[in-house]
């Protein structure tokens, strides 16, 4: 916990000054909710969270940290997957958590441009409400969205259910507005469509992980909602089946909205966990859930007569075929602590190494538990291991290794936090990684963004 009392006490004097004393929480005993991530898998100890309410305040915070050369972890919903929202357990100079959850301004929808401003605290789901109100939509949506904010979604660069048909977080958004580690306030909101100015800098911060400022607000660019949709939870014999039924049952002229998987060691957990029944008549080793945009009286599917099929049609219905997927972090976490490993492979090879994934985890004795959900149409598939001690990352490795080998990518949505810093070797170039140090360095010369993140040392 704290080390160096007088240089805390300063830097504690400070921030009260910055954001008033009920907003700078020093007990262990308030701040637990602070530095222990979702998974239970990474925490650490912090000097102080404090909780800004404006981009003034948390110019203000930045300043005093450093002053006192303190690092800072800027945190949302913390609901991040790979440790970076929290402390490290072995960092040598204890953080300030900085959290955004009081950044909550909302502003109009401009129903012009079909854009809106949002504080980087407002959760993912009150900006779907938000501009729903207007009669917009937003492109981006995932299974933690009553907790994840704006401002976590986009330092990942998050992806989630919708990737296929919006893309993922960075092209959702036009504008940012955040403050550097010495407090100097970048401001980019004015949502101008083109604008060829230089280097984009909302862009670079999009998915930085909170290594190189923290984000106070954010231009996003909204959808017309998708109209009326149906969902076919379809079983499959391997991933090679639920590849090929993704790409010849949309109709054509239809749009696919998403395009999940789950596998059979995922469904009972799910059916466990939601008291629902087994929804096929009979068990596969994969499910393939499919969303389409019906827009007419077909129901935009095609090819599923000899397939052994859910469909729903009707709200209800499609929210119950979606609670198999969407709750499957959930159901992994009744397990313990769980070894996610979010990552990405083009999807010709995906099948293939599907297979050889399972082999190379069969090699970890002390597994007791794997299992695979994710969006198939992405390429992005979530292996979750249950077994070996939380900070014994040898299978996490063969797995990433596998997946490199393939091509993929070691992070498809989730950032690199501190669970995979020190592997971006495995899909990143030596002069790739310079460039990105390069760019930290400048933008934070004390490393006092997030140290850790990304990058191990
Ligand atoms: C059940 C469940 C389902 C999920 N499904 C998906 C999914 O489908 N797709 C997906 O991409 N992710 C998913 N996630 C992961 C997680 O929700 C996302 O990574 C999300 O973007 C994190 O948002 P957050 O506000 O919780 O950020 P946090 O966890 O608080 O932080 C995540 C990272 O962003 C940084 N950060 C947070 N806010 C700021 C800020 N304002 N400025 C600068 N840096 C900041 C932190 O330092 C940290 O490095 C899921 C998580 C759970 C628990």
New binding site residues.
């Given amino acids: 916990m704290p080390q160096a009392a007088e240089p805390t006490a300063s830097l504690v004097a400070a921030l009260i000054e910055a954001v008033g004393a009920e907003h700078v929480l020093t007990d262990s005993s308030l701040h637990d909710q602070y530095v222990v991530d979702?998974a239970r898998r990474f925490e650490g100890p912090a000097l102080a969270v404090v909780r800004p309410a404006s981009t003034s305040e948390v110019a203000d915070v930045l300043r005093a940290c450093s002053a006192a050369n303190v690092p800072v972890?800027?945190?949302?919903?913390?609901?991040?997957?790979v440790g970076?929202?929290v402390p490290s357990p072995d960092g040598d100079r204890p953080p300030v958590v900085l959290s955004?959850r009081r950044l909550t301004s909302l502003g109009d929808v401009d129903p012009l441009s079909g854009q809106v401003t949002v504080g980087?605290g407002v959760t993912l789901g009150d900006v779907h409400r938000h501009v729903a109100r207007a009669g917009w939509s937003y492109g981006v949506d995932?299974?933690?969205r009553d907790?994840?904010?704006i401002?976590?979604?986009v330092?990942?660069n998050?992806?989630?259910?919708h990737v296929i048909a919006y893309g993922m977080t960075r092209a959702q958004v036009v504008g940012i507005e955040a403050v550097l580690a010495d407090g100097t306030v970048l401001s980019h909101l004015g949502g101008l469509l083109k604008d060829n100015t230089g280097y984009d800098l909302p862009s670079l911060l999009c998915g930085s992980?909170?290594t190189l400022?923290?984000?106070t607000a954010i231009r996003l660019r909204l959808h017309r909602p998708a109209g009326r949709t149906t969902v076919a939870l379809v079983g499959c014999s391997g991933y090679a089946e639920a590849l090929d039924l993704m790409s010849r049952s949309v109709a054509p002229g239809v749009r696919l909205l998403a395009a999940e998987v789950i596998d059979e060691t995922g469904m009972d957990l799910a059916v466990a966990v939601t008291g629902m029944a087994w929804p096929l008549e009979s068990r596969h080793p994969i499910l393939l859930l499919l969303e389409v945009v019906d827009g007419g009286d077909a129901s935009g599917l095609v090819g599923l007569d000899e397939a052994d099929v859910a469909v729903g049609v009707e709200p209800g219905e499609r929210e119950r075929l979606w609670q198999f997927r969407e709750r499957q972090?959930?159901a992994f976490s009744t397990l313990g602590v769980i070894h996610k490993l979010d990552v990405s492979l083009p999807l010709p090879v995906l099948a293939s190494c599907a297979e050889e994934l399972r082999q190379v985890v069969a090699a970890f004795p002390e597994v007791t538990t794997y299992g695979v959900f994710g969006h198939l149409a992405d390429g992005n598939i979530h292996v979750e291991i249950h077994g070996p001690a939380p900070d014994d990352d040898a299978v996490d490795v063969a797995v990433l290794e596998c997946i490199a080998r393939y091509g993929g990518s070691i992070s498809a949505?989730?950032?690199v936090?501190r669970a995979k810093a020190g592997k971006l070797l495995l899909c990143r170039t030596p002069a790739e990684i310079a460039a990105m140090r390069a760019i930290k360095r400048a933008w934070d010369p004390q490393a006092l963004m997030?140290p850790g993140?990304i990058f191990s040392s």
């Fill in positions: 979702w972890i800027p945190q949302g919903g913390n609901t991040g997957l970076g929202s955004t980087a995932l299974a933690a907790s994840a904010t401002g976590g979604t330092a990942t998050a992806g989630g259910i992980e909170g400022g923290v984000i972090s959930e949505e989730h950032g936090g997030n993140v």
